[in-house]
């Protein structure tokens, strides 16, 4: 404490309860003063190249249009019973998430373990791509990714792990071209647009009420305008969900870091990963927006992709779901329907508790989404756990499928 709070703590005449509240209020006032002074001289300090991102060496392995594949050097010896992953994030962020640094990488986890990693790069649409639908991208897209991908792994399946917009991707073609996958993993991806709007929680499902609620011609004005959705379009609209936590990072959230290295580092790779985000194509926008959001056609068993409906029910491999309990983007209740179309003998959840983007960044999801989707790997796409569960299915009777109302729709 400094002196002169010092002496207005200790003086009688400030014994009343206000002027004890505004002292407490000027010491707390002063001590974020000095940590924000803390932070600014180390910011002043940090070149640009200590804010790097997805460093994790990768080479080009195949590209159709845009969009690239990439594989990863191995950190370990390799896992030769189970099948290579295919990472799919979504076109509405970077993949580079899945590496943000040393300490928090999905990627570098999954190495270390000994699995083969392959990572889709969708590019940077511009309003040159605004025809390009989900279509495409499901089929064309991260098809032509996953059968190289198949195709190096000796003609034998690979495991696609599909991210949010991303995981609806991998899910669609996973029920329409099953026999392209050894497993299927998620995580935080959208299946119900609507979810379960009467109890969710404050906070929790605006973007579903916004965008559920605009009419097609809302829509299609808007991909008019801009050819696509802009990523600055959309990296406003997400930032908006959380409006305090928007105003006050850059202020009293860098002042809490106290010049931490460490804490501040973290932030800014952060920072940086969230104002790189791509335009998205217009025709796919609208499909996802109208469509899947204000449609709910996937669940419904109505929305159609090359001239075939997605049957969900047709998904034959492991499922592998992880959700986030407190993800306000994605609610629970919008991913967890799922398993209404996956016999229970296939089907697993992994439960996170945490937000959207913590499924990926956060110290504790490197222990609990990577460990365990590793551990799944390895337990149910294996060739032994493969041909285990062959032999099961033939010996012992399906059980019973759940269906929620939405899905016999």
């Not at 050819?227 to 997400?238: A, C, W």
């Not at 469509?291 to 075939?308: A, K, S, T």
């Not at 209740?333 to 016999?343: A, E, K, N, Q, V």
């Amino acid at each position: 404490m400094t002196d002169s709070s010092s002496n207005m703590m200790n003086n009688p005449a400030l014994n009343n309860p206000a002027m004890k509240e505004a002292a407490r209020l000027w010491e707390a006032w002063l001590d974020t003063q000095v940590k924000a002074a803390k932070t600014g001289a180390l910011l002043a300090d940090l070149a640009d190249e200590a804010v790097q991102i997805a460093t994790l060496p990768k080479k080009e392995v195949f590209a159709i249009d845009k969009v690239r594949l990439y594989e990863y050097e191995p950190l370990a010896d390799p896992l030769e019973d189970v099948p290579p992953i295919v990472i799919c994030y979504g076109l509405f962020g970077r993949q580079t998430m899945i590496d943000l640094q040393e300490d928090r990488s999905l990627v570098r986890n999954l190495l270390e373990a000994g699995h083969r990693v392959y990572v889709v790069d969708w590019g940077n649409p511009t309003r040159v791509d605004r025809h390009l639908k989900i279509d495409d991208y499901v089929q064309s897209y991260l098809g032509g990714c996953l059968r190289f991908a198949n195709q190096q792994n000796d003609d034998k399946p690979c495991v696609v792990f599909g991210i949010c917009e991303g995981g609806t991707f991998s899910a669609c073609l996973a029920a329409l071209e099953p026999q392209l996958f050894a497993g299927l993993a998620l995580a935080i991806t959208p299946i119900d647009f609507e979810g379960d709007p009467e109890n969710f929680w404050l906070g929790e499902g605006q973007l579903n009420l916004w965008l559920g609620h605009l009419t097609e011609a809302d829509v299609d004005m808007l991909i008019e305008t801009f050819g696509g959705l802009p990523g600055t379009f959309y990296g406003s609209m997400f930032t908006a969900l959380t409006p305090m936590a928007t105003m006050t990072k850059y202020n009293v959230g860098l002042a809490r870091l106290a010049g931490n290295e460490a804490a501040t580092l973290n932030f800014l790779r952060m920072e940086k990963w969230i104002a790189d985000r791509p335009d998205h194509p217009g025709a796919a926008a609208k499909q996802w927006i109208y469509n899947l959001y204000g449609q709910n056609q996937l669940v419904r068993g109505e929305f159609v992709i090359d001239g075939r409906i997605v049957d969900l029910k047709k998904i034959k491999c492991p499922v592998l779901n992880i959700y986030a309990q407190q993800d306000h983007i994605v609610p629970v209740s919008c991913t967890t329907p799922l398993g209404d179309f996956i016999p229970g003998r296939r089907y697993q959840e992994l439960s996170f508790p945490g937000g959207h983007v913590g499924v990926f960044v956060s110290s504790k999801a490197q222990g609990v989404v990577a460990g365990g989707l590793s551990e799944w790997l390895k337990a149910k796409t294996s060739a032994p756990a493969q041909a285990a569960a062959k032999r099961a299915s033939q010996r012992t009777p399906k059980p019973a499928r759940k269906t929620s109302k939405k899905a016999a729709q």
